[in-house]
């Protein structure tokens, strides 16, 4: 044999041994030929599956694939024995085998002596690897104790280290690897000739030791192994058996699939039901549909029929063009379609492929005029013209409600938040769209607003009509200090702008906001000249002033001690202890009972006493907001936050704790009790440890009503942006309730310095406070959804890797509940385990709550992208097969992500299901 041939031998039987010991030392194991030493059976067909190896199997695709090849026949009973070991002789034969080198080895007929005893059916294979310098006579016989036994002995991890290393011409390499020391724990147990073998193949990313860094020289394999590696190691050979062809799928339908291979020739091959289809990437069995086009498969055929095909990779060789088919020119060969704010005229090629969505075949005349479609061109051709159009989508009629999200003036494209799925929609506009305004005027896209809320009606896909139901504000801000003192006669407000010195002028809103660090009472008059104000300008008008440079201090139950009319002077015991003295001016708000009175009644009203005298009453409590020293408001104090610590029901007395840290006891009979989700309360309602706002009665010594402050964790339900409506559950309970988002100060995102409403999101948690039925602040809760990898019972902590590939260590000690699917909780963490998926938010007392999610496997039936549903087949009686996503729903593949709307009918997938929604799709 010539030297050149002698070279490919060595190199393809290397790459193939290679292979063994990356999986974990596995060799591989020959069947005894029939007598007529033929794999087919009497009919001309391949034994494709054994009796002992059935579809679970986790060797199942190897075992078919060299089924396939007539690598592997089995024995009787139709039995593979995928446990039984391999002898060094079944390495070698199943080797040259598999690199298509079988007829080459079997050409010798003469009888050849060989210098150790092997079965007759391996004798032409061992006498070639003996020829080609694979093994030698020397080394083989010398390691063994009895020639006779060289055959039937078991190939071990170091012989195909050796045997690896030397095919490969790596000898120099294992010479020099030889001294250097091996990173093996059981490096001891080497050969005296093996080291430089084994670290040379370690050194070359050939083999692979184990989880307790052993490489186990003596090592055994089964032949479920061995099918395993041999059918790994196939990518790496340069020469293959005539059955295997490998190429480009270039046409395709439930009969046929046409390869395109290297020296660019296109073979046919039939399908049938028999024909198995797998994923290369992780072994997976897939079905015909999710073969593509121009995706690269390796194919085994017998007698031109496809028994196995691998799908290598699953990229399109293709340029694809997407838009809207405007016509069809059957006689000329070509297609109109609009991509954008473009109209192109493309030609197509004379077998061009038409098919919808699910691969099934249509005609070019069938495709309706409007159609979203996907023109394909198939690179590894040197055709010019469309091969293949896809139907995505075709002509859609409707009307529907929804907010404008963005207009595309260059392209003529306006895209939509559809009210009942919650969708974005994107259409491209008709000639002439007719916009009809709130008010019921016509006019034209200029009038519409990113925020619109909008009926539309699109025909053909195109938008053809826009009906303005509630025009978006739009909304600016400036920055600047104020310029003149505010009157109560004026509604302008004027500012020297930030980094400018011309003086800007604004008309402020009847129901301007103005806030003022330390409270959230502040009204247009608290402002002063010479504040640095932010302004929210509304249409070009002041609806929010913002202060930036100073804090208003509130005091609460402070004790007038006395007043100085001419310097208008108010003395008072503060409610903390200490005194204070603030000044009162014609600007400040006072009121008494409620009612708003001038400064000049101030003494008469809150001192019973004359002009020019000093206050006789000093005992009058009083609540302040003050800024530096001046009084922003004062008013006689008719309410006091606390924790009510004591209730006496037979002598209807209250004692409230205030926040100041006074106990109070006051009379209250008949006191009113306001709360959330619950109307007329009463004292009955009322307990110990309940933060209130207690009202006091004029005379300042007896509770009047408690609205109760509380907090608690919630589910969004509904956030409707348009009405400030937020709509939720208890996150322990069932019962919902919907309040009103009147400011974004009352949104708090601890992941932005600038909250919005869209911040809210339909099925996150939120922390809501409430004083009686009002809402004062929601807060959006931190939450983790993944997956457990570690539950450490003795630190108390979980692992948690989340959705977006973090990983969480949760420190979770005595404080925390799981609440399992079934809706029990439970306290013990031996009740979570490595795989669970879990959603991990923390109470209104900082207890931390673990969802445990619900798992199924299921098989899909099809996935509505219009409601965002996951259909599935079947799976027994009352199974529930339709479930609403999470609207984050994590969906992938190993760690691939994948849209929903890519899952096909009959994937198999592990549902994660929390609430009844679903958190997760493993696509299996």
């Given amino acids: 044999m010539k030297r050149k041939n002698h070279r490919n031998v060595r190199k393809l039987t290397a790459a193939v ?241 046409s390869i395109l291979n290297a020296k660019g020739d296109t073979t046919t091959y039939n399908l049938s039901a028999d024909t198995v289809i797998y994923n290369a990437k992780d072994d997976s069995r897939i079905p015909l549909s999710q073969i593509k086009l121009t995706n690269e498969v390796y194919l085994v055929q017998n007698l031109n029929n496809a028994l196995y095909i691998e799908l290598t990779n699953p990229e399109e060789k293709m340029e694809v063009t997407e838009g809207t088919l405007n016509d069809v020119f059957l006689d000329e060969m070509r297609v109109s379609v609009q991509v954008g704010g473009t109209r192109k005229l493309v030609e197509i090629a004379a077998n061009v492929s038409v098919t919808d969505n699910e691969g099934r075949g249509q005609s070019i005349g069938s495709i309706p005029l409007g159609s979203v479609v996907q023109l394909k061109r198939n690179t590894l051709l040197k055709e010019t013209k469309i091969t293949h159009i896809v139907v995505k989508q075709t002509p859609l009629s409707k009307t529907a409600d929804g907010t404008v999200l963005s207009i595309d003036s260059s392209q003529k494209q306006i895209s939509f938040l559809e009210s009942s799925s919650s969708q974005n929609e994107t259409y491209s506009t008709a000639e002439a769209v007719t916009v009809k305004l709130q008010d019921g005027t016509t006019s034209d896209l200029s009038k519409l607003h990113i925020g619109d809320a909008v009926s539309y009606e699109v025909k053909a896909n195109k938008l053809v009509s826009v009906t303005v139901k509630k025009q978006a504000d739009v909304v600016t801000t400036v920055q600047g200090t104020l310029s003149t003192e505010i009157s109560k006669e004026s509604r302008i407000l004027t500012i020297t702008p930030t980094g400018g010195s011309v003086l800007s002028s604004y008309y402020v809103n009847d129901n301007a906001l103005v806030s003022i660090g330390g409270t959230s009472m502040s009204s247009l008059f608290d402002l002063e000249k010479g504040d640095e104000v932010s302004l929210d300008l509304l249409n070009n008008k002041v609806v929010k002033v913002t202060v930036n440079n100073r804090q208003v201090e509130n005091y609460e139950f402070a004790s007038i001690v006395n007043y100085e009319s001419t310097t208008k002077v108010l003395t008072v015991a503060k409610d903390n202890g200490g005194f204070g003295a603030f000044q009162l001016s014609d600007s400040t708000i006072i009121k008494y009972l409620g009612t708003s009175i001038p400064l000049t009644n101030f003494q008469s009203t809150f001192m019973g006493t004359q002009a020019g005298t000093t206050i006789t009453d000093r005992n009058k409590k009083v609540n302040m907001k003050v800024s530096k020293d001046r009084i922003i408001s004062i008013e006689v104090t008719q309410t006091l936050d606390g924790v009510v610590s004591q209730i006496n029901t037979t002598l209807s007395e209250v004692t409230l704790r205030t926040t100041s840290g006074k106990s109070l006891t006051f009379k209250a009979p008949g006191a009113s009790v306001d709360l959330q989700g619950k109307a007329n309360g009463t004292l009955a309602d009322l307990k110990a440890g309940d933060f209130v706002r207690a009202s006091l009665i004029p005379t300042q010594d007896m509770f009047s009503g408690f609205s109760i402050k509380k907090s608690g964790v919630f589910k969004i339900l509904v956030a409707n942006a348009s009405t400030k409506q937020v709509t939720v559950k208890e996150e322990n309970g069932t019962a919902t309730f919907t309040f009103t988002i009147d400011t974004l100060d009352k949104i708090f995102n601890p992941n932005k310095s600038v909250p919005a409403f869209e911040d809210l999101l339909v099925d996150d948690y939120v922390k809501a406070t409430f004083t009686g039925s009002k809402m004062d602040l929601v807060s959006i809760v931190n939450t983790v959804r993944g997956k457990i990898n570690t539950v450490d019972a003795t630190l108390g902590t979980i692992t948690v890797q989340d959705f977006q590939g973090g990983v969480n260590v949760l420190p979770l000690g005595q404080n925390f509940s799981v609440k399992k699917p079934d809706g029990t909780l439970s306290s013990s963490l031996t009740d979570l385990k490595a795989g669970d998926r879990v959603e991990i938010i923390k109470d209104a007392s900082e207890k931390t709550i673990i969802h445990q999610a619900a798992t199924y496997k299921r098989t899909i039936a099809s996935y509505d992208t219009i409601l965002g549903h996951l259909l599935l087949k079947p799976s027994g009686t009352n199974s529930k097969d339709r479930y609403a996503l999470f609207g984050r729903a994590y969906v992938h593949k190993g760690t691939q992500s994948v849209n929903a709307s890519a899952l096909t009918e009959n994937s198999e997938v592990n549902l994660y299901i929390i609430d009844d929604k679903i958190y997760e799709i493993e696509q299996l």
């Fill in 17 to 257: 041994l290679a292979l063994t010991l990356a999986f974990s030392g596995a060799a591989y194991a020959a069947d005894k030929p029939a007598s007529n030493d033929s794999s087919l059976s009497s009919s001309g067909s391949l034994v494709l599956r054994f009796a002992d190896v059935d579809g679970a199997h986790w060797a199942i695709k190897h075992v078919t694939k060299l089924a396939a090849l007539g690598i592997i026949q089995g024995y009787e009973k139709n039995e593979f024995r995928p446990d039984n070991t391999v002898s060094q002789q079944d390495v070698i034969v199943m080797a040259i085998r598999m690199m298509g080198l079988e007829s080459e080895a079997l050409a010798n007929k003469a009888e050849t002596v060989l210098p150790v005893a092997v079965s007759d059916y391996a004798k032409p294979y061992v006498a070639y690897a003996f020829d080609k310098g694979l093994i030698t006579a020397a080394e083989e016989v010398e390691s063994t104790s009895s020639k006779n036994a060289w055959g039937s002995r078991d190939a071990t991890r170091e012989w195909v280290a050796k045997l690896v290393i030397r095919a490969i011409g790596k000898n120099s390499v294992a010479s020099q690897q030889a001294a250097s020391a091996s990173s093996f724990k059981d490096a001891g147990s080497f050969s005296n000739w093996a080291k430089g073998y084994i670290n040379a193949a370690v050194m070359l990313g050939i083999v692979q030791g184990f989880e307790d860094d052993t490489f186990r020289p003596s090592g055994k394999v089964t032949r479920a192994q061995m099918a395993t590696f041999l059918s790994r190691a196939d990518k790496e050979l340069t020469t293959r058996s005539s059955r295997v062809t490998i190429g480009y799928v270039m046409e395709l339908n439930d009969k046929k699939i």
